[in-house]
Nanobody
Framework: QVQLVESGGGLVQAGGSLRLSCAAS????????MGWYRQAPGKQRALVAT???????TYADSVKGRFTISRDNAKNTVYLQMNSLKPEDTAVYYC?????????WGQGTQVTVSS
């Protein structure tokens, strides 16, 4: 089992920045993928960004150039730096951990961007 604890969400004005963190604990394998998904009201959960244990990254088109994902393997922690936030970035952000066929999710953290 893997436990994921997120932090860093909140309320910010459009154009502002937030940094999300997610710490993983439990049965962590050195080769894994971590990342962030988000779910806005009335919408399906969607990919934001992922990063592998060798720092290969993937971003949704809507956040490219504004968001940066990174990780600290020694701390089993993944970060999401969000800049130039827009009202449409408002959502619950979920941390994600994958190893093989096993997927784990955090409890979610609310990000609200006011116009």
């Amino acid at each position: 089992q893997v436990q994921l604890v997120e932090s860093g969400g909140g309320l910010v004005q459009a154009g502002g920045s937030l940094r999300l963190s997610c710490a993983a604990s439990g049965s962590i394998f050195s080769i894994n993928t971590m990342g962030w998904y988000r779910q806005a009201p009335g919408k399906q959960r969607a990919l934001v960004a992922t990063i592998t244990s060798v720092d290969s990254t993937t971003y949704a088109d809507s956040v490219k150039g504004r968001f940066t994902i990174s990780r600290d393997n020694a701390k089993n922690t993944v970060y999401l730096q969000m800049n130039s936030l827009k009202p449409e970035d408002t959502a619950v952000y979920y941390c994600y951990y994958n190893y093989g066929y096993a997927n784990y999710w955090g409890q979610g953290t609310q990000v609200t961007v006011s116009s």
